[in-house]
């Protein structure tokens, strides 16, 4: 994981936290996910201006609490997680002007709350989190959240949704379509798109490759 422009010792603190509330998530929602997430939102954040204090840090706590993605309740984790991120860092002695942009950030960064911000720093962690939606691992995250919820790979009288609405609730290629290809047109900043570019294209690579092996002869 990068280390941002951040008090080395309150960096440390706060990773700290962080990775110990982590080590129960599933998969597609641990600490190595905020490890990545962390790196893409420093990366972005380098390159648009942004503050890097504030969107590293958002990233590192975003999830301090996250309730399960079959939670009638799931789009309102980033709320909670925020008065979560807050206690923490007002425990460490962070400023309240890391404090403020931080929570703001974590509170709408979820993909299903729909919220767009207005804070640079808010779009980052948006961004950033959107990011490791995308590609390879965004698909082992996919994959690992459909074994999860217990639903079947693809619907088998139509995989690829060529004829129905995607119902990524009951079958777990629908995720592809119902979100992940969605999400380069909801990424906010040029380098955020940049980033998506060549992880779309391996998703529809593996589109490609997983027709010809259960559609065979479908073209």
């Not at 998969?27 to 600490?31: I, R, S, V, Y």
């Not at 309102?76 to 008065?83: I, N, R």
């Not at 206690?87 to 890391?98: D, H, N, R, Y």
């Given at each position: 994981m990068m280390t941002p422009a951040l008090d080395p010792a309150l960096w440390a603190r706060l990773k700290a936290h962080a990775e110990r509330r982590a080590t129960s998530h599933e998969?597609?929602?641990?600490?190595f996910h905020v490890e990545r997430v962390v790196d893409n939102a420093i990366t972005i954040a380098r390159a648009e201006n942004a503050r890097e204090s504030v969107a590293a840090t958002a990233a590192l706590l975003h999830e301090l609490f996250n309730?399960?993605?079959?939670?009638?309740?799931?789009?309102?984790?980033?709320?909670?997680?925020?008065?979560?991120?807050?206690?923490?860092?007002?425990?460490?002695?962070?400023?309240?002007?890391?404090?403020?942009?931080?929570?703001?950030?974590?509170r709408d960064h979820s993909f299903s709350k729909g919220v767009v911000p207005a804070a640079l720093e808010s779009k980052v962690l948006q961004d950033a989190d959107r990011l490791d939606a995308l590609g390879a691992i965004g698909l082992a995250r996919m994959w690992a959240t459909c074994a999860d919820m217990?639903?079947?790979?693809?619907?088998?009288?139509?995989?690829?949704?060529?004829?129905?609405?995607?119902?990524?609730?009951?079958?777990?290629?629908?995720?592809?379509?119902k979100k992940l290809l969605v999400v380069p047109d909801r990424l906010h900043l040029p380098t955020s798109r940049a980033m998506a570019n060549e992880r779309v294209a391996f998703i529809h690579a593996f589109v490609r490759q997983l027709r010809a092996e259960i559609s065979p002869g479908s073209g």
């Open positions: 998969p597609a929602h641990d600490f309730l399960p993605k079959s939670h009638p309740d799931s789009r309102w984790s980033g709320d909670v997680c925020a008065e979560h991120a807050r206690a923490l860092l007002v425990a460490e002695g962070a400023s309240p002007e890391l404090i403020e942009p931080v929570c703001a950030a974590i217990k639903r079947p790979f693809y619907s088998p009288a139509d995989p690829f949704c060529t004829s129905r609405v995607p119902d990524d609730k009951s079958w777990g290629l629908d995720h592809v379509y």
